[in-house]
């Protein structure tokens, strides 16, 4: 069974930089498009951004665009998320997970999967 594994969270302030990355432990990035989900405490999972497919560009959700950017690593078999001008309604746990190519479009959690354990990332003011 393929393992999704992230790390790089952390706590910072306002205005930073954090590159979170996903390590998988087959080559499932090969055969389908990585994403970063968030959940903050007491609210649901959340769609952060989806690898293009063809010739799409990623996708992102509006509250991240322009400042979160997902890069595909083939060579590490990796994925990262570099979230740049760090806010504090970007606290939340922070997931890697994959859809299927068929699925390119969705951002429902439902379409998505498996999925790390996630890593925290906490923003203060």
């Known amino acids: 069974q393929v393992q999704l594994v992230e790390s790089g969270g952390g706590a910072g302030q306002a205005g930073d930089s954090v590159r979170l990355s996903c390590a998988a432990s087959g080559r499932i990035f090969e055969s389908s498009l990585p994403g970063w989900f968030r959940q903050a405490p007491g609210k649901e999972r959340e769609f952060v951004a989806v690898?293009?497919?063809?010739?799409?560009?990623?996708l992102y959700a509006d509250s991240v665009k322009g400042r979160f950017t997902i890069l595909k690593d083939d060579a590490k078999n990796t994925v990262n998320l570099q979230m740049n001008s760090l806010k504090p309604a970007d606290t939340a746990l922070y997931f890697c997970t994959t859809t299927s190519f068929s699925e390119f479009g969705s951002t429902a959690a439902g379409d998505f999967g498996p999925w790390g354990q996630g890593t925290q990332v906490t923003v203060s003011s």
């Open positions: 690898e293009g497919w063809r010739d799409s560009s990623p």
